[in-house]
DNA sequence: AGCCTTATTATGATTTATTCAAAATAAGTG
DNA sequence: CACTTATTTTGAATAAATCATAATAAGGCT
């Protein structure tokens, strides 16, 4: 085991590479933390802690938050804030891609962008707004999975409740 | 001042027929958050606080919280996720509208669908991803408004960054 | 008008998400 | 191998939001 190397190798090549070529640093916990968040995608903060500590044991929360930063701010992640949730991060960046959420069991799904690719760069204002300079578009669809749509009401209790009132998940 | 009679009349008469049909009873601090946010949309929790309080000077941003998600949760209000701020919340529910947040200096403006209506509620899936039914997209423009791009760089301090990274405000 | 039921609000504490400052560590350069 | 400085760690602090329980008041009823 002198080169320990498991998990995608390429891969990580090709992190310390870019890394490298931004003047940053390569790091076992950017490493680590980069490999977590690929495999799998809109992990939050705690998720890919602790992901990551089946390879680095000690490594605690605040420092994967510190690794998340910079790594988003690099542009090797991209950070995703969800509504009712923690804000998660995927790899899959440089793409103009969106996301939708389950209202029912909160999963996450890369959605191709739905006007094609620069399109939604272009909004219509509303009357009496400024104009700006758009540099981005997230999109986030929010609707129920076909799983959800199986099981109508497993809720736990609402008597007089609506069925398609707030769902919090987590 | 028996009647106790100011700000719009018309809209408060308006909230409280649709609370009534809603099932919801009618309160001072409901119609106080519900004027709050209507004076100043895209309000946090802690805005909307600070203009009730002129009303209510007692009511604490514990309550505002309990409001706030009642009226949302009764569609009275719409709930926004900007990034880096806490959530805000604005009367314009039930069009289909969305929003631009500029990255200097955090103002909110409203946007009108950029598809039309109902075509961005049809995505084009990424392959291997489950459908969903989709219920809502709201759409987060990010860039520069006019203002912001004028002056270049009326930032506080920061000797070596690039000019356009992370902008925290609020 | 006044009582009563129950929704709503206040209170105080608690949890969760995130950031910060300072000390310890380790990448990469010469 | 040594040195500089980016990066990580550590421990604490803050911000945002939620929760359980007690207090209050809305609106129906008589």
Redo the contacts with the bound molecule.
Sequence with gaps: MTTGTHRSDALEAQWSRAL?SLG???????LAVLAAVEHSPHS???DAAAAVRAE?P??????V???L??LTDAGLLRRIETP?S??RYETRVGDNHHHAVCTGCGRIEDVDCAVGHAPCLTPSWAPGSGRMTIQIAEVMYQGLCDDCRDIPAQSTDHSTDSPQKEHHE?
């Design positions: 490298h940053r640093r390569v790091t076992r916990q950017r939050t903060a705690d680095l000690h490594i605690t929360v605040q420092s938050y510190v690794v930063a910079d009712h923690p804000a987590r």
